[in-house]
């Protein structure tokens, strides 16, 4: 059973282009939440999605950044018109369990490391 | 709002040593709590889990004990290793949330010398 997929692994963007991170979840798992990891820091949670749905996405940054879980293939991260401050490690987890039913233990991938020029 | 909060780094040690990392929280409800540990160039690995006042998680020599009534879950280990070196996260999921997600001390770097 492959764990979280993310990537790419390394992701080199020009101010203003656009950054576009996937992530596939572990087999069975519907519940997928994206963090930042600005350096030196811990992670930070962004949003949390289920299958076509944004669940909450109350760590998202108002503008430039959206995220999406079709029901086919991965989750994508999107940023619009990259910034310098975007420059950040980008995690994916998976859950396979149902928020509010007791553990949430999930299971993180290896991350995407966004450097913006 | 739901907060975690641990000691800073960075941790050094020598090989065998015994290791506390200190995390306390701030939460609602009862939430469960993790460590979790983030070796260089890696992503987050789950390394212990304690769901309820009292539990105990244990991995790879690794404890921390769920007390509530200090709010805390602090790391220990009684003889650390060189390839203990990674940086350690404690983490809080409220069982009252309804999304699951998790909050993030910001990580404390162990560094363990031969």
């Known amino acids: 059973n492959a764990g979280v997929m993310q990537n790419p692994r390394h992701l080199v963007r020009r101010r203003g282009q656009e950054a576009r991170l996937r992530c596939s979840p572990m087999?069975?798992?519907?519940?997928v939440y994206w963090y930042r990891q600005l350096p030196e820091e811990g992670l930070k949670f962004m949003v949390y999605l289920q299958k076509e749905n944004i669940i909450d996405e109350s760590g998202m940054p108002k503008e430039r950044f959206s995220a999406e879980f079709p029901k086919e293939g991965p989750s994508i991260l999107r940023i619009q018109q990259v910034v310098r401050g975007d420059s950040a490690a980008y995690f994916c987890?998976?859950?396979?369990?149902?928020?509010?039913?007791?553990?949430?233990?999930?299971?993180f991938g290896q991350g995407t490391r966004l450097t913006v020029v | 709002g739901n907060s975690v909060t641990q000691m800073e780094g960075p941790v050094t040690l020598s090989e065998e040593a015994f290791l506390t990392i200190n995390c306390t929280y701030t939460a609602t409800g009862y939430p469960s709590l993790f460590w979790y540990v983030q070796y260089p160039g890696e992503g987050l690995q789950l390394l212990l889990k304690a769901t309820k006042a009292d539990d105990k998680g244990s991995n790879k020599g690794f404890e921390a004990t769920y007390r509530k009534e200090t709010t805390s879950f602090h790391l220990e280990k009684g003889s650390v290793q060189v390839s203990d070196s990674a940086v350690y996260f404690c983490a809080l999921s409220g069982s009252s949330s309804n999304t699951g997600k998790l909050i993030f001390g910001q990580g404390t770097t162990l560094q363990v010398k031969p």
């Open positions: 087999k069975g798992h519907s519940h």
């Open positions: 987890a998976s859950s396979p369990l149902q928020p509010g039913q007791g553990i949430t233990e999930a299971f």
